[in-house]
């Protein structure tokens, strides 16, 4: 073998060495993505007709989710929270807040928890948590009184 083969095989161990190591170099950044997150813009389907009654956008603050109603897909856009008892008393619905303190489960990945949701139907804030479904795609929402068991879920299809 003469001194030019030699070089030549050399350079080439060593570019399949560096792409090996860039590979695995890449291979650790991916896997530090975060977690999957319910950050993004949500069509809230009602539970009970199965139609999509509103756009519901949820942002992260510090760790702390919370959502607005960004549009109301219904008949009524400029319904107006009669029946809540709080400070949201009178006010329009659509860019009303109505989830407030979600922040990730320490225990369960995909689960949010500790976060309250108001019903702008019935005017009640109940304890809440969200699970996100099907890789992201989806996020069951529930409403509860006292322990998850005793709610109702609702689930919303990401829009973005």
Known sequence: MNENTRRGRGLAAAVLAAALAGAAGFASVASAQPAASPAGLWKNIDDETKKPKALVR??????????????????????????????????????????????????????????????????KVYRSQMRLREGGRSLEVRGYVGVPLFGRSQTWIREE
Do not use: H, W
């Open 58 to 123: 949820i942002v992260e603050s510090g760790g702390t989710y919370t959502g607005r109603i960004e549009k109301i897909l219904t008949d009524k856009p400029d319904a107006v929270c009669d029946l809540c008892t709080d400070a949201r008393k009178g006010q329009r619905v659509q860019g009303m807040t109505i989830i407030e303190g979600m922040r990730a489960s320490k225990v369960e990945d995909e689960l949010f928890e500790g976060g309250s949701i108001l019903d702008p139907n019935n005017g």
